[in-house]
T-cell receptor
């Protein structure tokens, strides 16, 4: 069956360091979405990527969608303590079915 | 403000009892979803509904039931047949772009 793998599972960084999480799908995706879940909270939609090779930025966050539309990454530049949380990707196939990655839990050490 | 309301926030259940989790949305979204999240894990789909009076099983539907009698409401019943019901339950809705999640219900079986 279709799977979306996400690595790493956990990441600890010093405040000010960069952070990257990666998603890989076993099949070609229609689009990929990214969500952030703060500790004790619920996932919040961040962005959707649709086009092959697409790159989008939100302040210090950079999202990329691979050329083959099977992988994606989220990069945070100069992390801050407000970036703490779990970041999930969700691959969406051509049948509009969502497949969530297992998430990357980010800890930022002040 | 539009959004999704889940209640209660915390729920304790004795073994062998059925319990119903409420999910109400005023976003006028057609599609609604129930996910289960276990500690350190991703989101697993329990049930989803794309229109009123219709719903489909997700990946882990056993031991759960739903109804969709109104567009705004999508309650989830955790039955006594669910072997390991202690988890964080998230309801979501969508217009097809991204998910909007409720704040979740944390269910504990005692």
């Amino acid at each position: 069956g279709q799977q979306v793998m996400q690595i790493p599972q956990y990441q600890h960084v010093q405040e000010g360091e960069d952070f990257t999480t990666y998603c890989n799908s076993s099949t070609t995706l229609s689009n990929i979405q990214w969500y952030k879940q703060r500790p004790g909270g619920h996932p919040v939609f961040l962005i959707q990527l649709v086009k092959s090779g697409e790159v989008k930025k939100q302040k210090r966050l950079t999202f990329q969608f691979g050329e083959a539309k099977k992988n994606s990454s989220l990069h945070i530049t100069a992390t801050q303590t407000t970036d703490v949380g779990t970041y999930f990707c969700a691959g969406v196939n051509t049948g509009n079915q969502f497949y969530f990655g297992t998430g990357t839990s980010l800890t930022v050490i002040p | 403000d539009g959004g999704i309301t889940q209640s209660p926030k915390y729920l304790f259940r004795k073994e062998g009892q059925n319990v119903t989790l409420s999910c109400e949305q005023n976003l006028n979204h057609d599609a609604m979803y129930w996910y289960r999240q276990d500690p350190g894990q991703g989101l697993r789909l329990i049930y989803y509904s794309q229109i009123v009076n219709d719903f489909q099983k997700g990946d882990i539907a056993e031991g759960y039931s739903v109804s969709r009698e109104k567009k705004e409401s999508f309650p989830l019943t955790v039955t006594s047949a669910q072997k390991n019901p202690t988890a964080f339950y998230l309801c979501a809705s969508s217009l097809g772009y991204g998910y909007t999640f409720g704040s979740g219900t944390r269910l504990t079986v005692v």
